[in-house]
């Protein structure tokens, strides 16, 4: 096990018929990099709210998680989408094993705001399952749910995935946090590429408007990590081999 693993998180949107994400991440574990492995699944969430007739709310790019909404995105991030990536990345001849930030308390939050309703902000991360997976060569994939401690049980709520990645990112001292996501990297008021993006001028852009829905997450976690000293990328999942050639790719954040 390498002692400062890679952390990818991966979304639907990213997920096509000509990227190579899931061979991608079977090839780190083959070659002894064991990665870990954060997902989303708004999409998919969104789509059976539909299907059930709730609507999506959001706000800052965060789903807004009421007592109708919260039993349909555990559902859709725990079981529906941990489980298909599970077994991609199994059929991709690596092994992995699906978990939530609520299995064993890995994901401590509090409720982030009473307008968000079930939502979730990180207080603790508990890596001992995380590391006890990656040094049996099993690869962990994290679901975006979390648990605010409580009596007589949990509270289960909705983590952002992208403030799940930075979190665990930053607790495991991983050596990369690479958010794979449908565009090309952060992009300026121009609506141009910023191959390399500091701190200062990521906080500057998200205030003045230029940055916003769910980037905003993206950048906050990468502004989290690079402040812990973990190296943050954003770039575009579906570019087969992405992983593979991630020099120079997108846009690295630092500090």
Not at 20 to 28: G, L, M, Q, R, V
Not at 30 to 42: E, L, Y
Not at 178 to 203: C, S
């Amino acid at each position: 096990m390498n002692a400062s693993p890679v952390v990818i998180k991966i979304g639907g949107s990213t997920l096509g018929s000509t990227d190579t994400t899931y061979a991608d991440i079977a090839a780190f574990a083959a070659a002894g990099d064991v990665p870990v492995v954060v997902h989303g699944g708004g999409a998919e969430a969104s789509r059976w709210l539909e299907a059930m007739r709730v609507p999506s709310r959001f706000e800052r790019g965060l789903r807004v998680t009421d007592e109708r909404v919260l039993p349909v995105v555990v559902a859709v991030f725990a079981g529906l989408v941990n489980k298909r990536i599970v077994a991609a990345i199994d059929a991709a001849g690596a092994q992995a094993v699906g978990l939530t930030g609520a299995d064993a308390r890995l994901l401590e939050c509090r409720l982030a705001d009473p307008s968000l309703g079930f939502v979730g902000e990180p207080v603790r991360v508990n890596p001992g399952p995380i590391t006890a997976l990656l040094a049996a060569g099993i690869i962990p994939v994290i679901g975006p749910v979390g648990c605010v401690p409580g009596a007589p049980v949990d509270q289960l709520v909705n983590v952002n995935a992208d403030t799940v990645a930075g979190n665990i990112a930053a607790a495991l001292s991983a050596r990369r946090l690479v958010f794979l996501t449908d565009v090309e990297g952060v992009r300026d008021a121009a609506g141009q590429r910023i191959p390399v993006l500091a701190a200062e001028r990521a906080r500057a852009l998200i205030a003045d408007g230029t940055i916003t829905g769910g980037m905003i997450p993206k950048l906050e976690a990468c502004l989290h990590a690079v402040s812990l000293g973990v190296q943050a990328q954003i770039v575009d999942g579906r570019q087969p081999g992405v992983l593979r050639t991630l020099e120079g790719a997108g846009t690295l954040v630092t500090t």
